[in-house]
């Protein structure tokens, strides 16, 4: 400060001594000085993001993503989710809720909503508009979420002045961890290429998410090939040769081979609905979030106050890749170290505009991913596939050989488990691995529900590769054990009004599914064991051997920021890694 003068030189050693005598001051009181509250929440997940990445392919990580959340933050080697299916909506209901499906509400993707007998998703809702696509495409909002988030609570305790903006390529993903109260909730749109809302938030987009949209966000990446970032010695080394015979890509939506180069067109010669959907099948969206996220915090401007504000982002590029190719193929891998880039990225961006001390950072994924059955089976691990013919076939038998003894035609319980019309047939609701029950059709005939759950459970235990199977009666009256960790899962994910009366779970490595070629949601631990990982001011870093679930993400906020846990928070605070 050469050129200070003398008068302010004097005015600055003042301010000062007054500030360091009252740190002083405080001090000497017994009441503890108000700590500031950081500016922002900063939840990052990666759907379909198992545990065991982190150590797989860690030392190909760089500095400032994945492992500055390893290395800055408080991470729990053993966190699973305590809840089934262990599926996109449910893991993303719980994350900010602290909440397990049978209190959120959100027990899958898609149920049967039994007052319209229609197939609903988490998030769908015809009393709103889509805005930033086709105005008639179907819109989504949070109105099916039945418990409070980090968000909410923090827009209640701040009079509103805390903003809270959900982004991420699917509307679950966006919805669920923002919550009902959220100023916003953003989702790519497989349809017309762009970032989308709904009338549920605003009655039109803000300025910036059109001009975002108006620049083609998704365009420059047609036609993009898509290869590998490390040379290819290296993914022969991890996850083998690039087209195993279990990879099989045959069945996919869009055009796509099971070897890099994959070239993203979708099968067309401009950019249009086809190349929209095929574009998601690669890590291409994940780049887009990360610009997305950029505009949101400099427009919105997140973290610039003392209200804290929450942005989620839910990276989904994985989960696509995921289920197309498996969990040990080198597209996951390649996706992986990709998405290290992205979070490093965004971190980055993160750090240079709020600061990272600013910021309260929490890691998490919504389920992991089993192997691919056919894989499993040549691993000697009995993985296969449980047909769905065979698992109705047999109930739908015994129904009948019960009900239906001397063989009348029609047979009178042929409509005792609900159905719908898929065309011309009619199919059973079998959704969730939950079996759904036509009561109207149970009281016509004068039949027992309970003897009729026996019939149901016993027959679909007879089937090879139904593991356990548990009735909505033994659920509801608590006669399961939760010492169990099958049976508690199956619990945690039971919600009265919505989930079946039979829920199956298939033994380990085998598929109620007969063409999709990875996938998740039972309760075993290639599915459950995710990261935990929070990376903040009042946590210290380090590894965590202590049992955790990403239910314990939000309560463990709620206490760091001293608001409110939300409504239904039954997730544990984390205790062990939190300052006093
Ligand atoms: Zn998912």
């Known amino acids: 400060m050469p050129r200070m003068r003398r008068r302010t030189f004097l005015y600055f050693v003042l301010t000062i001594s007054v500030f360091f005598s009252s740190v002083g001051f405080a001090q000497r009181r017994t009441q503890p000085a108000v700590q500031k509250r950081p500016r922002l929440v900063l939840l990052i997940v990666v759907d379909q993001f198992r545990y065991d990445y982190l150590e797989r392919f860690g030392d190909l990580f760089g500095p400032d993503g994945f492992r500055r959340l390893m290395r800055d933050g408080a991470s729990w080697t053993q966190s699973n989710y305590d809840h089934m299916p262990t599926y996109t909506a449910p893991g993303h209901g719980t994350m900010m809720t602290g909440a397990y499906p049978a209190e959120s509400g959100i027990i899958g993707n898609e149920w049967l909503d039994r007052a319209t007998g229609k197939r609903i998703t988490s998030v769908s809702d015809e009393s709103v508009k889509l805005l930033g696509g086709n105005p008639n495409d179907p819109a989504s909002s949070p109105s099916r979420l039945m418990a409070s988030t980090v968000g909410d609570e923090l827009r209640l305790a701040t009079n509103d002045r805390a903003k809270v903006i959900g982004i991420s390529v699917k509307d679950r993903s966006a919805i669920l961890p923002a919550g009902r109260h959220a ?44 290869e590998r970032v490390l040379p290819e010695a290296e993914y022969l080394k991890r996850a083998g040769p690039d087209d195993p015979k279990w990879e099989d890509v045959s069945n996919a939506w869009t055009p796509d081979t099971n070897t890099f180069p994959h070239t993203i067109t979708g099968g067309v010669t401009t950019p249009g609905q086809k190349f929209y959907t095929a574009l998601d099948y690669s890590p291409f969206t994940n780049d887009i979030l990360v610009s997305f996220a950029q505009e949101a915090i400099v427009n919105e401007q997140l973290g610039q106050d003392d209200d804290t504000d929450v942005l989620t982002v839910s990276f989904s590029a994985n989960d696509y890749v995921g289920h197309r190719f ?255």
């Open 183 to 226: 100023n916003a909730a953003y989702w790519f749109s497989w349809l017309t290429g762009t970032m989308v809302s709904s009338t549920y938030y605003f009655k039109q987009l803000p300025g910036w998410v059109t001009n975002f949209n108006n620049a083609k966000p998704a365009d420059k990446y047609f036609a993009v090939k898509w």
């Open 326 to 580: 498996g969990p040990y193929s080198q597209e996951v891998m390649d996706v992986t170290l990709r998405t290290d880039r992205n979070i490093a990225t965004l971190l980055d961006f993160i750090d240079s505009r709020i600061g990272l001390a600013n910021t309260l950072v929490a890691f998490t994924a919504d389920h992991g991913v089993s192997p691919i059955p056919e894989h499993a089976a040549a691993m000697g691990m009995g993985g296969g596939r449980v047909p769905f013919a065979t698992v109705m076939g047999k109930i739908q038998a015994a129904i009948s050989a019960r009900y239906n003894p001397q063989g009348k035609t029609p047979d009178p319980s042929a409509d005792y488990l609900l159905r719908f019309q898929e065309g011309t047939a009619w199919r059973e609701w079998f959704i969730n691995n939950n079996i759904y029950f036509n009561y109207d059709a149970l009281k016509r005939d004068g039949v027992d529900v309970e003897e009729f759950s026996q019939v149901v459970v016993r027959a679909a235990l007879s089937v090879p590769g139904i593991a356990r199977c548990f009735s909505r009666l033994q659920l509801l009256r608590g006669a399961t054990s939760v010492t169990d960790p099958i049976e508690r899962r199956a619990l945690h994910g039971f919600y009265p009004s919505r989930s079946g009366d039979v829920v199956m779970v298939a033994e380990p490595y085998k598929y109620i599914a007969e063409t999709i070629t990875a996938t998740h949601g039972s309760p075993y631990s290639y599915d459950t064991h995710v990261p935990t990982i929070i990376m903040g001011a009042g946590v210290n870093a380090g590894r965590y051997l202590e049992p955790a679930t990403p239910a314990d993400i939000a309560p463990t906020l709620s206490a760091i920021l001293r608001i409110t846990a939300p409504s239904n928070s039954t997730g544990r605070v984390l205790v062990e890694a939190l300052r006093k």
